[in-house]
């Protein structure tokens, strides 16, 4: 079935570094979705991406879409305590009722 | 944030209990959604819920069932649980399925003792 897979798992950055996580699709994408998640809270919706070959930013955020739509990724430059968390990339399902989550990256920051 | 909120915050409950957890949005959104967060695992989607129509089950036990009166108010009825069902149990609507981005409540700690 549709797969929805990040590495890394895990990443711990002294603050100040910069830090990417990468998203990969099994099947092409119409949308890829991001979200983070504070520890102990829940996920929130960051940005979507739509054409292929996109890229946003959001400050010291730059999210990147796949030429082929199917792989994404997230860079934070010069990672700050507050981007502490559980970064998730989620893309539409195949059958077109639901988001299929990817199984997110943790980003510990060292002050 | 208040536009999707969950009730009760934290839950115990006993393996022959039987609880509801609530979730409501005030958002004006046509999809409801349940997930499951375990430690260490990925967001597991439950149940999805368009226009009050279920539209999904991912293959949860019997054991868990939803209700969905209309399109502001989920709920997931619990009964005869597990202790591996302890879990962040999380709500989430969008404007619609498949190409939205989804809003989650503070989701539901339960713990099955």
């Known amino acids: 079935g549709q797969q929805v897979m990040q590495i890394p798992q895990y990443q711990h950055v002294q603050e100040g570094e910069d830090f990417t996580t990468y998203c990969n699709s099994s099947?092409?994408?119409?949308?890829i979705q991001w979200y983070k998640q504070r520890p102990g809270g829940h996920p929130v919706f960051l940005i979507q991406?739509?054409?292929?070959?996109e890229v946003k930013k959001q400050k010291r955020l730059t999210f990147q879409f796949g030429e082929a739509k199917k792989n994404s990724s997230l860079h934070i430059t010069a990672t700050q305590t507050t981007d502490v968390g559980t970064y998730f990339c989620?893309?539409?399902?195949?059958?077109?009722?639901?988001?299929?989550f990817g199984a997110g990256t943790i980003l510990r920051v060292k002050s | 944030e208040t536009g999707v909120t969950q009730t009760p915050r934290h839950l115990v409950m006993g393996m022959t209990n039987k609880k509801s957890l609530k979730c409501e949005q005030h958002?004006?959104?046509?999809?409801m959604y349940w997930y499951k967060q375990s430690a260490k695992k990925p967001l597991e989607l439950m149940f999805v819920?368009?226009?009050?129509?279920?539209?999904e089950n991912n293959s949860v036990p019997s054991r868990f069932s939803p209700e969905c009166p209309n399109s502001s108010h989920l709920f997931l009825h619990l009964h005869t649980l597990q202790p591996e069902d302890s879990a962040l149990y999380l709500c989430?609507?969008?404007?619609?399925?498949?190409?939205?981005?989804?809003?989650f409540g503070p989701g539901t700690r339960l713990t099955v003792t």
């Open positions: 989430a609507s969008s404007p619609g399925t498949n190409s939205y981005e989804q809003y």
């Open positions: 099947t092409t994408l119409s949308n």
């Open positions: 991406l739509v054409k292929s070959g």
């Open positions: 989620a893309g539409p399902s195949e059958y077109g009722n639901k988001l299929v």
């Open positions: 958002l004006g959104h046509n999809a």
């Open positions: 819920y368009n226009f009050k129509e279920q539209t």
